[in-house]
């Protein structure tokens, strides 16, 4: 077994079980402050994976999360927030776990160590698609076994990990090794391996979904406008774009069943709501494509 830096003893937290609660609380938070710094080493390779990822994305691909325990739900976590945040069909980006659905809630004894399950998860990969595996130790057997099944098909792989001399980071065709250092608790992982792992995987799929064109500027322009708080957001955004008043924003998105970009194209060029969507079809979707003067 290769050495793993997250089960070492963290020396700045020897005393943590006899300190004040205002002091514990000090140390966990100087700890957090490292992670941030960990994951900057990690930026080109983090933005190698957005690009392969986008590539992917754009011939039908798509992204695939593999964890066990914290990781595995950190991918789930990840991967169901797409469909609502960027309007993608649910398929497009999956998290799986080691264990299966339970394991989402409960512990799954054996699961991780399972290179068959793992294998056998990974069947849903094809030669379009991106694996990402994540652990805080790098060294999972169901992990390696999702890593050989994707070789098999030729399927690109990408390992997040906090220890370079995991077995993941010798097997996965790139590899994001965020060194957050020992835990503040030994061992416990879902600390600042699980937050270096949070914030990896928001950059790899918010990257991708701007790089295929699912943000106008920095306005999330596909949200589902599911409930009142997402509503208010889509009147806004789409005033603001289309440098409309509330009230007309609001009259064009009742107009196209609340399709933010439909909306704006339909308010700008002075458009039915058909032609808006034909005219976005044109541009793949793309609201930057679209060549009109209120836009630029």
Known sequence: ????????????????????????????NEEDKLV???????????????????????????LFY????????????????????????SDMVQGIIAGGEKAFKFAVEGAEDNFEAGYEDAKVLTDNDVAVVISASGNPKYLLGVLQRADDVNCRTVAITCNSKGKIAEDAGLVICAEVGPEVIAGSSRLKAGTAQKMILNMLSTGAMIKIGKTYENFMIDLKATNEKLKDRAIRIVAQIAKVSHSEALAALLKCDWEIKTAIVST???????DARVELRKHGGVLRKLEYEEIR
């Not at 941030?36 to 798509?62: T, Y």
């Not at 964890?67 to 309007?87: K, V, Y």
């Not at 700008?268 to 058909?274: A, V, Y």
């Open 36 to 62: 941030a710094l960990a994951v900057e080493e990690e930026i080109d390779n983090i933005a190698q994976a957005v690009d392969m990822i986008a590539k992917q994305f754009l011939k039908g691909g798509r």
């Open 66 to 89: 593999f964890g066990a325990g914290t990781s595995g739900r950190l991918g789930i976590l990840d991967a169901s927030e797409c469909p609502p945040t960027f309007s993608v069909p």
């Open 1 to 28: 077994m290769s050495e793993v830096i997250t089960e070492y003893r963290n020396e700045n937290t020897k005393d943590i079980d006899i300190l004040s609660t205002v002091e514990m609380v000090r140390k966990m």
């Open 268 to 274: 700008t060029m002075k458009l039915s709501i058909e």
